[in-house]
């Protein structure tokens, strides 16, 4: 192991290990492709990157040298095509490993990297092509991402170039032909050279409230991530670290990418779409996995599995996030593997701001305590921080200058970016308590939280209490008017397997909250529901939850 990340990062620890400061060295024309990825297959070319399996049972073992060859041969291919710095490419690549490839030959040409989901519909596409003038796509051919492509074209021009991975189709450009026909690529010079302040990654946030936002992140983005991988994830060099997340979501490179790579760890990738938690379970143990990360949603399918059928010794450590954690989860996670789940929070404006890292003993259904690269505020209405116990929203000051790993703004919308940061604070929307211990406790967005008879209800901490009881597979909790106290509870609640819709369940989880929580937090209003409304990053649309109920109480049988 070279210690790559420690020519950028240094850090000062307390006597007990506590990370107390970090430092950053950045370099004005630093770039991850080339300071990371083909330094590392220079001075280690066999060292493991990535490992890859698919359902299908293909598998690649891929090495730093493999993923430097086979991105300069894209970005060469690329650039025989006019896509150059400062050019914006989206890629719909779901989990193939050509996704690692394309986005470093991206970063070497100072091309922007627009990762996007392939779950995305025509409407989805021509907002995203137009807002962000995209040029080029280089898309899978798995599904039905190429024909929704196609139509959405026809509403936008700027898209010139559409290359296709894993497959022909009339009309597109053959990424496998592309690549192997390419001639050798050569490192951009002088105004074609990206330097460190570029756009190099622009993410569209899944808009649970509105139209999505484009996130912008410069060529410093990824050393942020060292902190994620090392002392949150925890990964070790010679590890094989597991996120399951899409590449289409700004947690896959979290997990799947920078902070990783620049701490030399491998990288497993099992490329899926259809999400079983026993075929999950069987390739943590094939594969050997070492350390693993996943949103709630994944953990509550797994403990309900019988883990015991399952060689899961190699695993050494489990992170969660994406949610906010259920202590249930945590609880069942830990009887199951002796592992504790270690929460964290952040955006896709940041890297990791609040986590529960490895000198600290997690308490349940806690994110943890402030990563030092953020100076965390918890503050009130009027910008004013809170004393512990008390809820505020979760703030990052910046006057004394902008977080490497935080965005720049947000993409040709001034007025939005002004909103949300001003005075020197980045306000995230998040609500969240700090104990006495200095552990923050996620509450909900500003916009959930529940102001019932003068108390705050936070949607989290109910739903946390519903989990607990074994008719409850998933639950959402919302406030809806009510003339005598403002807002009332109302839950929404999938059962569990085994568990019928009926009065007497919803009777019984009611007076479950009553008593296992303040009286004042219990559900009034109880529905069950097959399914819950989600974002296509997985996150429960509360907002159309909402807008259902204000229907039903209009009569509307929708």
Request: hydrophobic content about 35%; charged content about 20%; proline content about 5%.
């Given at each position: 192991m070279s210690?790559?990340?420690?020519?950028y990062l240094k850090?000062?620890?307390?006597a007990d290990g506590t990370l107390t400061g970090v430092s950053f060295e950045i370099p004005p024309d630093f770039n991850f492709a080339y300071d990371v990825v083909d330094r590392i297959a220079r001075e280690q070319p066999g060292r493991r990157a990535l490992e890859w399996c698919n359902v299908a049972g293909e598998e690649r073992t891929l090495s730093f040298e493999d993923v430097a060859r086979e991105s300069d041969r894209a970005a060469s291919f690329f650039r025989s095509l006019g896509i150059g710095r400062g050019d914006r490419v989206m890629l719909?690549?779901?989990r193939h490993y050509q996704f690692w490839f394309a986005a470093m030959a991206l970063h070497k040409l100072g091309a922007v990297c627009i990762p996007a989901t392939n779950q995305l519909q025509v409407k989805d596409l021509v907002y995203r092509f137009e807002a962000a003038s995209v040029k080029a796509v280089?898309?899978?051919a798995e599904g039905e991402v190429a024909a929704n492509v196609e139509k959405a074209v026809e509403s936008s021009p700027g898209v010139q170039v559409r290359i296709l991975v894993r497959g022909e189709r009339e009309g597109w450009l053959s990424y496998v032909r592309g690549t192997a026909e390419a001639v050798p690529f050569v490192r951009p010079t002088g105004a074609d050279a990206p330097v460190v302040s570029d756009t190099m990654l622009l993410y569209f946030t899944s808009g649970t409230t509105g139209l999505p936002?484009?996130?912008?992140?410069?060529?410093?983005?990824?050393?942020?991530h060292i902190v994620t991988a090392k002392h949150w994830h925890n990964v070790v060099p010679d590890g094989l670290h597991f996120t399951v997340s899409e590449t289409g979501w700004a947690k896959s490179v979290w997990g799947k990418l920078y902070g990783q790579w620049l701490m030399e760890a491998g990288i497993f990738v099992y490329d899926f779409d259809r999400f079983v938690p026993a075929e999950l379970l069987s390739r943590i143990e094939k594969y050997r996995i070492t350390t693993f990360c996943a949103p709630p949603t994944i953990y509550r399918f797994l403990i309900k599995e019988d883990l015991t059928k399952y060689d899961l010794s190699?695993?050494?450590?489990a992170t969660i996030a994406g949610e906010a954690l259920n202590p249930e989860v945590f609880e069942q996670f830990l009887k199951a593997t002796g592992l504790k789940l270690m929460e964290g929070f952040g955006q896709t404006e940041t890297t990791v701001q609040i986590a529960n890292f490895p000198w600290m003993e997690p308490k349940p259904g806690s994110m943890g305590r402030p990563n030092p690269m953020y100076d965390i505020l918890l503050a009130d209405e009027?910008?004013?921080?809170v004393r512990a116990g008390q809820v505020g929203e979760i703030c990052i000051r910046t006057d004394k200058g902008r977080p490497v790993g935080m965005f720049g703004g947000y993409l040709m919308n001034e007025q939005l970016t002004r909103k949300v940061w001003h005075d020197g604070v980045y306000h995230t929307g998040d609500m969240a308590w700090r104990d006495e211990d200095g552990h923050f406790w996620y509450v909900g967005r500003d916009d959930d939280i529940i102001k019932s008879s003068g108390y705050r209800i936070g949607p989290f901490e109910v739903e946390s209490v519903l989990m607990e009881h074994p008719a409850v597979l998933e639950c959402a909790v919302i406030g809806v008017p009510d003339p005598v106290r403002t807002q009332v509870v109302k839950?929404?609640?999938?059962?569990a397997r085994g568990y019928v819709p009926s009065e007497a369940l919803a009777l019984e989880l009611q007076e479950y909250v009553k008593t296992h929580t303040a009286p004042y937090k219990y559900p009034r209003i109880l529905e069950f529901a097959t399914e819950l409304p989600k974002t296509i990053s997985g996150k429960i649309r509360r907002t159309e939850i909402r807008a259902r109920h204000k229907d039903q109480d209009k009569g509307d049988p929708s």
């Open positions: 210690d790559l990340h420690k020519d850090e000062t620890f307390a719909i690549l779901k280089v898309c899978t936002k484009m996130v912008s992140h410069d060529y410093s983005y990824p050393l942020g190699s695993l050494r450590y009027d910008g004013n921080a839950a929404t609640v999938v059962p």
